[in-house]
C-alpha cells in the first residue's frame, strides 16, 4: 500500500533519548508495526506538538523502514512545539504527523562539505552518512556552544569515510569558515544548516552555486514597491477570492473557509506548498531553488504572491 506523505497519520512515541544539554531524540513507529514511508537525507516530518506544527528533520537511517527519529532542542523562545516535546510528550503517546518531505535533498556531487551549528547537525547527520555510503569524500565540521550542547557526537565520530572535527565555541570560538572553504573544488557542493549569523556566515565566503542551505527563520528581506491586489481562485473548492495588498493567500484561504495546512507563516517549511493550476506565481519563499520556481508548479501561499493578474491553485 502506498503511504501519501501529505495525509495525517498517527505515529507511537516508541523511544525517546536525552542527546545533549536541552536535545531531546524522539523515535516514532507505526502502532501496528506497519512500514513507514520511505525519506531520503534532508527530509523533515511536520509533528501536530502542543497546538502547533512543526518541522523536524530526520536523523535516523533511511535504510529502516520501522522508525523515524527525529531530535527537539528545548528552545527558549518557543511557541509551544519544543517545550511541549520536553515536557509533555512521552513514549507510549500517539503524535499526528506529515511528511516526510524533502527541501534539502544531496544533490550529486563530486564532494562535500557540510557545515551544522548546533542541532543543525540533524538533516546534516544523514547526510553525511548517505556520503560515506556512496563512498563520495566529504568534510563535516559541527559548531556548538559547548561540547555538551552538541548532539550525536559519538555517532559523529563513528563515520570513518570523511573528516569529521568539532568547533565547541567555548573551547575554539566560530567555525573557521575562510579555511572550510578555502580551495574547495568547483564540483563540489556545501551544505549548511544552523542559525542565521553561520548560514550569513557561509553566505558571505561561498559560492553560491555552490551553496545549499536550510533555515530556521526567515531571513528580513526589503522589498521595492507596494503589493497590490489580485484573483485567486481555489478549483478543489469551487472558491474565489481577491487577496488584498495586506493578506497572504494563505489568509484569504482560511477567511474563505477553505482546507489548508500551515505552520512557519514565513516560507520556510513548505508546510503550505501548493500546486500552481495556472497563472504566474510571484516566488516570495526560502525554499525553492532558482530552477525549482521556474518548473516545479508549485508555491508556498503563506509568503508568495501573484506576477500575473489572476492564480489558480490546486486547492
Known amino acids: 500500500m502506498t503511504i501519501d506523505p501529505e495525509e495525517p497519520r498517527e505515529l507511537l512515541v516508541r523511544r525517546m533519548t536525552w542527546e545533549a544539554d536541552g536535545v531531546l531524540s524522539v523515535e516514532l513507529a507505526h502502532p501496528d508495526g506497519k512500514p513507514l514511508a520511505p525519506w531520503t537525507p534532508g527530509s523533515h516530518l511536520d509533528l501536530h506538538v502542543g497546538g502547533q506544527i512543526r518541522q523536524y528533520s530526520l536523523c535516523g537511517d533511511p535504510a529502516d523502514a520501522t522508525r523515524y527519529r527525529v531530535a527537539v532542542l528545548n528552545e527558549p523562545s518557543s511557541r509551544g512545539g519544543s517545550r511541549h516535546v ?3 510528550l512521552r513514549p507510549g503517546q500517539n503524535v499526528t504527523v506529515l511528511g516526510p518531505r524533502n527541501h534539502f535533498a544531496l544533490e550529486p556531487a563530486a564532494s562535500y562539505v557540510f557545515i551544522a551549528g548546533g542541532i543543525g547537525i540533524t538533516p546534516i547527520l544523514a547526510q553525511a552518512r548517505q556520503a560515506e555510503r556512496d563512498g563520495i569524500p566529504y568534510r563535516l565540521i559541527h559548531g556548538g556552544r559547548s561540547r555538551a550542547s552538541m548532539a550525536f557526537g559519538g555517532e559523529l565520530g ?22 572550510a572553504l578555502a580551495d574547495l573544488p568547483a564540483d563540489a557542493l556545501v551544505y549548511c ?27 528580513v528581506v526589503e522589498r521595492d ?9 481555489f478549483r478543489a473548492s469551487g472558491t474565489t477570492v481577491t487577496v488584498g495588498a495586506g493578506t497572504s493567500i494563505l489568509d484569504a484561504a482560511e477567511s474563505a473557509g477553505v482546507s489548508t495546512q500551515s505552520s512557519c507563516r514565513d516560507g520556510i517549511c513548505g508546510t503550505c506548498e501548493t500546486r500552481v493550476l495556472a497563472g504566474v506565481p510571484d516566488h516570495r ?26 492564480l489558480v491553485l490546486d486547492l
Open 86 to 88: 520536553h515536557t509533555k
Open 158 to 179: 563513528a563515520l570513518r569515510g570523511g573528516e569529521v572535527s568539532f568547533v565547541p565555541q567555548d573551547e575554539q570560538g566560530h567555525i573557521d569558515l575562510a579555511a
Open 193 to 219: 544548516c544552523g542559525p542565521a549569523p553561520l548560514l550569513d556566515a557561509v553566505e558571505a565566503v561561498c559560492p553560491a552555486g555552490q551553496l545549499r542551505i536550510e533555515r530556521f527563520a526567515a531571513p
Open 225 to 233: 514597491g507596494d503589493d497590490t491586489s489580485f484573483e485567486v481562485e
Open 285 to 310: 519563499d526560502f525554499l525553492l531553488s532558482d530552477a525549482e520556481k521556474e518548473t516545479a508548479g508549485t508555491m508556498m501561499i503563506c509568503v508568495s504572491r501573484c506576477s500575473s493578474d489572476r
